[in-house]
């Protein structure tokens, strides 16, 4: 994994989610709908995202470890896509999806969405610390509702406190 960018980045966002969930002392990813997976997942993809990505395309998330090519599956059911034929994962899909991977990876399904849903409003902008396109609002976006959404969070609550995020940001946009 030491190879694998995606995979030192989604490490790295696990010590983004933990700190940022519930407070700096507190172990609040411990319920079956945490989404610490997710996040981390989420992480990887919007750093390695580049001008000129297309947001139907394969992405897979430990795909050196697994030795295959970037747009393979990897560690996960599915590569990351826009495109339901190629990720067909929804909301009910939460339910069979085992805890924690599988379930994170649901989670970062909806959040690879939103993601390009921004960039499709806002545009991309390839700097990552003080840009102003869509990828920098969206993961502006993800880190204020992680520090919003309390302890435990299950995915509605996740996904109101990124409406809280965006209403205190945005004031709605």
């Not at 580049?50 to 747009?71: E, H, L, N, W």
Request: aromatic share 10%.
């Amino acid at each position: 994994g030491d190879f694998d960018n995606g995979v030192i980045a989604h490490e790295y966002g696990h010590g983004i989610s933990t700190r940022l969930t519930g407070g700096p002392f507190t172990s609040c990813l411990s319920n079956d709908e945490q989404m610490g997976e997710g996040w981390s997942d989420f992480f990887a993809l919007m750093l390695q995202m580049k001008s000129g990505d297309d947001p139907a395309a394969r992405r897979g998330i430990g795909t050196f470890v697994m030795s295959q090519s970037t747009s393979d599956t990897g560690i996960r059911s599915y590569p990351y896509s826009t495109d339901m034929a190629v990720n067909p994962f929804t909301f009910a899909s939460s339910n069979t999806e085992v805890v924690p991977h599988g379930v994170g990876s649901v989670w970062a399904t909806m959040l690879w969405d939103l993601a390009w849903a921004y960039v499709g409003k806002y545009g991309f902008d390839s700097n990552k610390y003080s840009g102003t396109g869509g990828n920098n609002k969206v993961m502006r976006l993800v880190l204020d509702g992680l520090k919003l959404q309390g302890c435990n969070p299950t995915f509605v609550t996740a996904r109101n406190a990124l409406i809280s995020a965006d209403q205190n940001t945005t004031g709605g946009q």
